[in-house]
């Protein structure tokens, strides 16, 4: 077992190690969830033509909520365009042309899964056949960007994370093999004396299982705190660390930490228990 500072040192570098871990976990989490909310933001316009009338129009927006890839959706009339316009030019145009010359128009923003030019040109297709829809206008060189851009980010990611979790484990197994090393002699005695395999190992296992669950809870504690400083710094955080992301990351440090601890712990005790008495001098 570890005493003292061996065991206050094997505690911390493992919460340090679990920290970073589970920051490269929220981030991949994060990612997915920033994805979609950039996805999310992209506006479908469609110009109506200049005969539509408003009842027209709204029964046109009651059908097109009905479809599967629409998440929200905004009529803007004529006299709604003319009067947004106005106040961004700072003059009325209506009043030197002699007549509105804004079109109607209908501004929805998709769901994520269909927020890509593939998905969009079917869309557009099926949108033209009516014969209210004059033109639909998207930024699909924008969309293929951030696509683009946004898988790359997601790619790299997993390998960080793939890297670093067999980084964590290297690096726990380390700490955890000093502190099984400084007690080989101990092992080995209890070899003699008949202890089964088992019982030699249980001490071990149950330090391990301390260690490790203390240095979760350590860092979960920490990455908590993290959030909540991002939280209070802007609070729209929130709309990508979520409640489940958060309990998914606090849960992956959670049983990482209890998992690898065992793992190096149970290892390093069976090299020791292997050796003979001649090889324990010599390492």
Not at 213 to 221: F, M, P, S, V
Not at 260 to 281: E, H, P, Q, W
Request: net charge positive; glycine share 6%.
């Amino acid at each position: 077992m570890h005493h003292g500072l061996q065991g206050v040192t094997l505690c911390i570098s493992t919460a340090l190690v679990l920290i970073l871990v589970g920051m490269v976990t929220l981030s991949v989490l994060t990612a997915r969830n920033l994805s979609a909310y950039v996805k999310e933001n992209f506006t479908v316009t469609l110009m109506l033509g200049e005969t539509i009338t408003g009842t027209e129009a709204q029964r046109l927006c009651k059908d097109l909520k009905k479809r599967p890839y629409i998440s929200h959706i905004l009529y803007i009339s004529k006299e709604q365009a003319l009067k947004e316009q106005t106040e961004a030019m700072g003059t009325d145009p209506s009043e030197f042309l002699g007549i509105n010359p804004f079109l109607a128009s209908i501004e929805f923003r998709l769901r994520a899964d269909y927020a890509n030019t593939d998905s969009l040109k079917i869309i557009a297709k099926s949108l033209k056949r009516n014969e209210s829809v004059t033109d639909i206008i998207y930024p699909s060189d924008l969309i293929d960007t951030v696509n683009n851009n946004l898988q790359k980010i997601n790619l790299v990611l997993l390998i960080l994370a793939v890297l670093l979790a067999c980084v964590s484990f290297s690096l726990i197994n380390n700490t955890v093999k000093l502190g099984v090393y400084a007690r080989r002699f101990n092992i080995h005695t209890m070899k003699l004396v008949g202890a089964s395999w088992g019982f030699i190992r249980r001490p071990f296992l149950g330090n391990a299982l301390g260690v490790g669950l203390l240095a979760a809870i350590i860092a979960d504690g920490i990455l908590a705190l993290g959030i909540y400083a991002l939280y209070t710094y802007e609070e729209s955080v929130l709309m990508v660390v979520t409640p489940e992301v958060m309990v998914i990351t606090g849960a992956v440090v959670f049983l990482l930490g209890i998992i690898i601890t065992l793992l190096c712990a149970f290892f390093s005790v069976n090299k020791f228990l292997r050796m003979k008495a001649g090889d324990l001098y010599k390492i």
